[in-house]
């Protein structure tokens, strides 16, 4: 009896001293884990105030989020540093030994490693952010989440690519800055690619008056001309400059209003067309066979 009310007491007074304490750090980390995401909140705010752009706001939530998550961490292993000297555990040789088994465990996790080396020099050299569309090898799709680790696309489908950085060895970065929409317009060889190029102008001036669009197309659009001579078609090469993301929107505008225009003045879209030829002799008798379809 005597063992148990001893032993009571004991645990009583570790409750009211080291107990107590070990609660209020734990306290304190939740309100500091809780206190780091508001402010990394507020100060990607404040940084999209001073400056309008985009760019500069995509930038400042990808740095947001992965300040905000390094913080977290040293706040974590500080306050289990703390806790264990607070248990009477000697943090000096379990640091070292940390350190030991740090070095060992290094060589095995190489990947690891790899992953957040090369995450962090495509953080520092703003190659990807959130809100950007890019092609990282055979994925492509919208950045969602950008750490030291790896990044996370979503496709037009929906899928999710989680995609570890030591693996990013190429980026192509779709919407930094500006895009462009290229256009390969095909029509019939019997057209006047002139008359064509000046539809076309028509047609940019009319969607860049547009209330819709007129905010999204940073300028007219680039025709390079006569570009191909395909099987049954001539090519006309062209481009328009837009704001990020917006390029392929306006595409399909420029696209369904080019066809509104090419059938109002009479300009043929070409499809693939077959002459088909008999067989001729050594004297060339045979002529070619055109077929004509019966009037009803």
Do not use: C
């Amino acid at each position: 009896m005597d063992f148990i009310l001893k032993y009571l007491e004991n645990s009583g007074e570790w409750l009211m001293s080291t107990g107590l304490k070990i609660f209020l750090i734990v306290i304190v980390t939740m309100i500091l884990f809780k206190s780091t995401g508001i402010i990394s909140t507020r100060i990607a705010s404040l940084l999209k105030k001073k400056k309008f752009d985009d760019e500069y706001q995509k930038r400042a939530d990808t740095l947001g989020s992965v300040i905000g998550h390094l913080v977290n961490v040293l706040i974590l292993v500080f306050s289990f540093i703390t806790i264990l000297g607070q248990l009477g555990i000697e943090i000096g040789p379990l640091l070292a030994a940390a350190g030991i088994a740090g070095l060992a465990i290094g060589f095995g996790a190489q990947s690891l490693v790899k992953d957040v080396i090369n995450g962090f020099f495509i953080l520092l050299e703003d190659q990807i952010r959130v809100g950007d569309v890019v092609k990282i090898g055979d994925e492509s799709g919208l950045v969602e989440k950008v750490n030291l680790k790896m990044t996370i696309l979503r496709d037009l489908a929906g899928n999710v690519h989680y995609i570890p950085n030591g693996n990013i060895n190429v980026v192509t970065n779709m919407t930094k800055g500006y895009s462009h929409y290229v256009f390969d317009i095909g029509v019939a060889y019997r057209e006047d690619v002139n008359e064509v190029i000046k539809i076309i102008r028509q047609v940019d001036e009319e969607i860049r008056k547009d209330a819709d669009f007129r905010d999204d197309i940073l300028e007219p659009i680039e025709i390079f001309g006569l570009d191909k001579f395909a099987d049954s078609a001539l090519i006309i090469k062209a481009r328009i400059m837009t704001k990020p993301v917006k390029q392929w929107r306006v595409g399909r505008e420029y696209n369904r209003r080019f066809k509104i225009a090419f059938d109002k003045n009479n300009i043929e879209i070409p499809f693939p067309h077959v002459t088909l030829y008999m067989g001729q002799d050594k004297e060339g008798q045979a002529p070619p066979l055109f077929v004509k379809q019966k009037s009803s």
